[in-house]
């Protein structure tokens, strides 16, 4: 009878006991061992990625992890997973558990010198595998599906502050984008392309480079101070208030783009100079998680969410909350105003079609897919929906029904999002691993 | 000139009077208590000082300096803390963001600490901290530091709200009904807190309590309040032996 009962709950949960069991030997790996093995795996499919598929008798490299081709030509499937299996899964798996030993010893060293050093070399070993990755690729495909992904990372985190970790129901995420994509555009072509004012005669264009955060950053405080004309008429009241205005300042800024003739109205504005590569892209990205992760984390970033949970009490324990809120508001219109301009500059062409209600979509549902209060939700949610956004795109008008429909699930089983309310504690993720007891201990610590 | 003076505080909802010519002096370490059936502008009279709402007449000076007219976050910044009715908890925080967080007006490192992660920021936090966790030493609940307040029993989020008025590092504590709810262990236990908070900080405490047990072995003058007027001030025992009072709780006998 013991021996009956003792199975039933091990039959049960078979799936989570096998998957325990395919965990177990990467318990200790740290993220500087997968760094390790997704680089091999990226050098091995720039090296011999290209003869392998041929072999396999696919057209080419596959661009996104074989979703295109799977949808497309549903006979090339099992050398389609052959091929993640030999380029992918195998390196990354093998090198991460053999190098796990010395990517400890190795980050314990690294922690040792400085926090940001480590951090440095993290981003430094990141940077690299997405270089390779996306060189590997056919065309130029790759590098742009990275770029803005990483754009989409920015706009998410920065929508997240308010309407994650200030708990109001913003709408004017496009607007703010919209107004830092034409300020940076502005920028650019008046001072280096536009011979009739500045242009090539007077600024060289070696210059121009060099001026580009100038211009994202200008970008950036125009959303700001279009932020401003949201906050002043509603943060007076609290509610549905910020998000009926923030709808209507969408909507204006795009119908403002649309009539302005000197921005090129419904035709929009092209031919903004190639600056937003993948290297200006990441340091981009990686400069707005760090600084919005620094501000949530910080007690004054907390005070937004105690003005979220109770805002009478906020004020009583000496916090001003009108000046948080007010803050963060022009905090997140300054990102999402940079992402903006490094959007116009990676696609070269912006037009008032691009920030509309679609565009709102795509950010709320990246935003809630992924987590709200979370920095690592929005990086997961903007990842997943841009990925599945990419793979989905061969059932072209299909694709909007099937995103929704997934939404839909996520906010069914997890109503909060995938990882909504953590905290990302960068210390914690490339500490080095010593045991399994260990890290389950500080997992349910927090 | 007393830490807390009220003079002549009259407050208007619309047509209703809620609270008319109302006096009140808090000496340095006082414990005053103030009482009255429900509805009779007590927590009112908490609000109009505390600056959620600006009395509609008088005068409010707080150590000298007028606070008519002020935000609560100045109010509360000037040193004076408060607990309310309802506990008014974060409910996505933990019990030490709690309390670091109502350090917020001694925050000095700025925008720029907290963009950049500067050293700066890095002290400073690590000081609130530490002050933190000797407040929730003194609450004796410290080992509770990292757990979200909704998951605590009652007793428990009533010391994280005490700990986290203490932390705005009041001259003078305002407490609304901190008892209500409680059972009777919870409520000696709480009695005890009152009285390490008042000997450990020689607080001026300003106090709305139903429970006649509390109010009669805390206060040094009761002030009881009826229909936002004050018709008894005394000391306890006065206060218990006031026809008005007893008319106004228990209700007059009907002579037929």
Known sequence: ?446 | MPLLHVKDMTHYFGGLRAVHNYNLNIEPGQVRGLIGPNGAGKSTIFNLITGIYSPTEGEIFLDGDNIVGLHPYQVAAMGLGRTFQNLKLWRHMTVLEHVKMAHYSKINYGLIGAFFGTPKRNREEAEIEARAFELLELMDIPHLAHQLVTNLPYGAQRRVEMARALATEPKILFLDEPTAGMNPEELIKMMTVFRRVHQEFGLAIFLIEHRMKVVMEFCDVIQTLVFGEVIAEGTPNEIQNDAKVIDAYLGREVVA
């Open chain 1, 1 to 446: 009878m013991e021996a009956i009962s003792s199975d039933l709950p091990a039959k049960k949960s078979s799936l989570g006991g096998l998957l325990n069991k395919l965990k177990a030997p990467f318990a200790f790996v740290p993220l500087l061992g997968w760094f390790f093995g997704t680089l091999v795996a990226v050098v091995i499919e720039r090296l011999w990625g290209a003869q392998l598929a041929e072999a396999l008798g696919m057209a080419g490299v596959p661009s996104l992890f074989g979703f295109l081709i799977i949808l497309k030509e549903p006979a090339l499937i099992p050398s389609t997973f052959l091929y993640l299996l030999l380029i992918y899964v195998l390196p990354i798996t093998i090198i991460a558990r053999l190098s796990a030993p010395l990517a400890n010893g190795l980050a314990a060293k690294l922690l040792e010198l400085r926090l940001w050093f480590s951090v440095v070399v993290h981003l430094g070993l990141l940077y690299l595998i997405l270089h390779i990755w996306a060189g590997a690729g056919a065309s130029d495909y790759r590098t742009l599906i990275l770029r803005l992904t990483l754009i989409s990372i920015m706009i998410t985190l920065s929508l997240n502050v308010i309407n994650g970790y200030m708990g109001e129901f913003s709408c004017s995420h496009p607007g703010f984008i919209a107004l830092g994509a034409y300020g940076a555009s502005v920028f650019t072509l008046i001072m280096f392309e536009d011979d009739r004012v500045f242009g090539p005669p007077l600024l060289p264009p070696a210059l121009g480079p060099f001026m580009f955060p100038v211009a994202l950053i200008a970008g950036g405080l125009i959303a700001s101070l279009g932020a401003i004309v949201v906050a002043i008429p509603s943060f007076r009241t609290r509610g549905d208030y910020l998000a009926i205005i923030s709808l209507a300042f969408m909507f204006m800024v795009k119908s403002l783009f649309e009539n302005l003739e000197i921005f090129g109205g419904a035709r929009g504005l092209g031919g903004q100079p190639d600056w937003a590569g993948l290297p200006a892209v990441f340091v981009w990205a990686a400069i707005c998680v760090w600084i919005i992760n620094n501000f949530v984390r910080s007690t004054l970033g907390k005070a937004l969410n105690a003005v979220r949970d109770d805002e009478m009490a906020a004020n009583a324990m000496t916090v001003n909350t009108r000046r948080t809120k007010m803050t963060a508001f022009l905090f997140a219109a300054f990102w999402a105003g940079t992402a903006g301009g490094l959007f116009a500059h990676v696609l070269r062409y912006v037009n008032p079609g691009m920030f509309g209600l679609q565009n709102l979509a795509e950010v709320l549902a990246m935003l809630y897919f992924g987590g709200l209060n979370s920095v690592i939700g929005s990086i997961v949610g903007a990842v997943s929906f841009n990925v599945l956004s990419e793979a989905l795109r061969p059932l072209e008008i299909y694709k909007w029904i099937i995103i929704p429909l997934l939404v839909i699930l996520v906010m069914i089983f997890r109503p909060r999002g995938l990882m909504s309310f953590k905290e990302l504690d960068i210390k914690e993720m490339i500490k080095p691993k010593e045991r399994v007891e260990e890290k389950e201990h500080a997992v349910t610590s927090r």
